[in-house]
């Protein structure tokens, strides 16, 4: 089973960019649908991005589109989430997750099966 370690969380001032990783330990997302969640103090987790590794296809929350971008690495092996013009209100603890075949139309946390363990990332003004 596909287990998703992320790395790359940090401070930045408000502007910054940073980038996010998400390995799959011991696998490959090779036709999977991942995505990238974020969960603030006090606030229900929501759905940043997702895509589906088989084709490449992409989806985006309104909240970051034109602000995030997320890619795959051409062994599948990684998951990246570079995100630029970074607010404070994008602080939050963001999760990678996974699950197998097809992302859906919505980008709802239940439909993952496979979570890592959360990475913080904290932006400043």
């Known amino acids: 089973q596909v287990q998703p370690v992320e790395s790359g969380g940090g401070s930045v001032q408000a502007g910054g960019s940073l980038r996010l990783s998400c390995a799959a330990s011991?696998?490959?997302?090779?036709?999977?649908?991942v995505g990238w969640f974020r969960q603030a103090p006090g606030k229900e987790r929501e759905g940043v991005a997702s895509?589906?590794?088989?084709?490449?296809?992409?989806y985006y929350a309104d909240s970051v589109k034109g602000r995030f971008t997320i890619s795959q690495d051409s062994a599948k092996n990684t998951l990246f989430l570079q995100m630029n013009s970074l607010k404070p209100g994008d602080t939050a603890m963001y999760y990678c997750?996974?699950?197998?075949?097809?992302?859906?139309?919505?980008?709802?946390?239940?439909?993952?099966?496979?979570w890592g363990q959360g990475t913080q990332v904290t932006v400043s003004s």
């Open positions: 997750a996974a699950h197998s075949g097809y992302c859906y139309d919505d980008l709802v946390d239940a439909d993952f099966g496979f």
């Open positions: 011991g696998y490959t997302y090779s036709n999977y649908c």
């Open positions: 895509i589906y590794t088989g084709i490449g296809s992409t």
